[in-house]
């Protein structure tokens, strides 16, 4: 069994949604991190025996390490993956890869300078439900993809945040944060070239002073079009859709309405916020150690989507893949994962030790980028913006 030696950069809440994954998945090695809170060091240093560092040039000098996952703040991510990369470690770094396509270029030449890998991840692209469906469209059984609808009612903008993260020009905001998940899908399963893009982008709590909400049609060269709606200002949720099934799998109750808005209602202050977000992330005082998180029960997903072809529509669900074809419907059972985002750890493995070009490349999160920046421009300018002109 090829197994993975990893580093960790960034000890917060993208690390915290991976561990059940690291934990669980036997190829995995976590063999040392780097966090500039002495809190979540001491805390990695108990948990897995191993050396936690203030800083990544640390890390990246130790010779047990074939991968580092760059977990760090967003405006971090490309002075992180340089760092790595020099020292000849192949990275895997949180979405979105960049905050600016003059970075993700940076990026993209340190690694094959250094002739590593260069993977973006974890991305809801990932997800077995949306992978199988690429699948069964590349079969040819239902004819070339038309059109794809995608949307997705959450809480995200009520989730204690730091300062930055209500700042879109600092990476903050539903764009750069949800819509590299919604685009990222929808592009793999559209199956072409990303030509145009109408987005309109909203924000409408000055308490949050980032856009909670978009939508936007996005058109393919090869005819098909696609639209993708995202809200995040915690009324309704569109888990309802999907069976109470939530974002990571768990299962979820209705009678939770309303626990974030009412969460956030206490806090007084921003330093208060960023405090209480501290405090639930890995080395916090209310971090509850992923051991004691519930098993996934089925694949993790973002939201309903549909997407039609020229013979049928299909519809990825946490659970399956519903078939609405010409004469029947069908269900595709999808057997519940052993490991939750096992697919990101079979992608970089296949890349470093099988030499498999990664689907979700530099090349590729840099596209998604640039439609998510597109997107902000053509919201802020009301017309069409060209995507690759």
């Not at 405090?275 to 004691?292: E, F, I, M, Q, V």
């Amino acid at each position: 069994m090829a197994t993975i030696r990893l580093g960790i950069a960034g000890l917060g809440r993208a690390f915290s949604l991976m561990l059940p994954t690291f934990l669980s998945d036997a190829r995995v090695r976590l063999v040392a991190a780097c966090d500039p809170r002495e809190t979540a060091r001491a805390q990695f240093e108990a948990d897995f025996d191993a050396p936690a560092y203030a800083d990544i040039e640390a890390l990246a000098k130790r010779p047990d390490i074939d991968a580092i996952y760059i977990a760090s703040p967003h405006q971090f991510h490309a002075a992180h993956t340089r760092i790595a990369a020099a020292h000849g470690k192949h990275v895997l770094v949180e979405k979105p890869m960049a905050l600016s396509l003059a970075e993700c270029d940076d990026m993209i030449g340190a690694c094959r300078e250094a002739n590593v890998h260069l993977i973006v991840g974890h991305c809801h692209s990932f997800d077995t439900p949306y992978l199988r469906t690429r699948e069964l469209i590349a079969s040819g059984a239902f004819g070339d993809v038309k059109m794809i609808h995608a949307l997705n009612y959450t809480d995200y903008l009520y989730r204690p945040r730091r300062p930055e993260e209500l700042k879109t020009e600092e990476g903050g905001g539903a764009v750069f944060s949800q819509a590299a998940h919604q685009v990222d899908i929808v592009r793999m399963l559209a199956g072409g070239r990303a030509t145009r893009i109408r987005a309109a982008v909203g924000n409408w709590d000055a308490a949050r002073p980032t856009e909670g909400a978009y939508t936007a049609t996005l058109w393919f060269e090869n005819g098909a079009f696609a639209t993708l709606s995202y809200n995040g200002y915690a009324h309704f949720d569109s888990d309802e859709w999907t069976g109470w099934i939530g974002e990571m799998g768990q299962t979820r109750s209705a009678d939770g309405y309303g626990a974030a808005r009412r969460k956030l209602s206490k806090v007084a202050s921003a330093d208060d916020e960023a405090r209480l977000k501290a405090a639930g992330t890995y080395g916090g005082n209310a971090y509850t150690p992923a051991s004691k998180v519930a098993e996934t029960r089925r694949h993790q997903h973002f939201g309903p989507l549909i997407v039609s072809c020229e013979r049928g529509d299909l519809r990825p669900m946490p659970d399956g893949i519903v078939v609405y074809g010409d004469e029947r419907r069908e269900r595709i059972e999808l057997d519940a994962p052993a490991v939750p985002r096992a697919e990101v750890i079979d992608e970089l493995i296949a890349a470093v030790h099988g030499g498999v070009a990664p689907l979700h490349d530099g090349a590729w999160a840099r596209g998604t980028l640039e439609i998510c920046l597109a997107m902000l421009q053509s919201s802020d300018e009301q017309r069409d913006v060209l995507i690759g002109g």
